[in-house]
Nanobody, 119 residues
Framework: QVQLVESGGGLVQAGGSLRLSCAAS????????MGWFRQAPGKERDFVAS????????YYTDSVKGRFTISRDNAKNTVYLQMNSLKPEDTAVYYC????????????WGQGTQVTVSS
């Protein structure tokens, strides 16, 4: 099993920045990719960004390209999401997720951290 713990959420004004962290523990050797999803009130959970353990080819949803950066420290089993130029529409609960190489969907999820962007 793998446990994921997020941190770094909070309240920020539009145009501001936040950095989310997600620390993995347990059978971390099984993790192939890690990423971030978010769920706004009344909406479905959506993909935000992901990165593989080779640190190649990070992926982003179009709405965050150029503003968010995902990175990963394999030695610390931690993935980060640097969020700049935040907008009120970025307000959501942000979830960290991880998947094994042989999985189609994410296998592990964190508990979520709230990000609120005020206008």
């Amino acid at each position: 099993q793998v446990q994921l713990v997020e941190s770094g959420g909070g309240l920020v004004q539009a145009g501001g920045s936040l950095r989310l962290s997600c620390a993995a523990s347990g059978r971390t050797s099984s993790i192939y990719a890690m990423g971030w999803f978010r769920q706004a009130p009344g909406k479905e959970r959506d993909f935000v960004a992901s990165i593989t353990n080779s640190l190649s080819s990070p992926y982003y949803t179009d709405s965050v390209k150029g503003r968010f950066t995902i990175s990963r420290d394999n030695a610390k089993n931690t993935v980060y999401l640097q969020m700049n130029s935040l907008k009120p529409e970025d307000t959501a609960v942000y979830y960290c997720a991880a998947k094994r190489l042989d999985s189609y969907e994410c296998d592990y999820w964190g508990q979520g951290t709230q990000v609120t962007v005020s206008s």
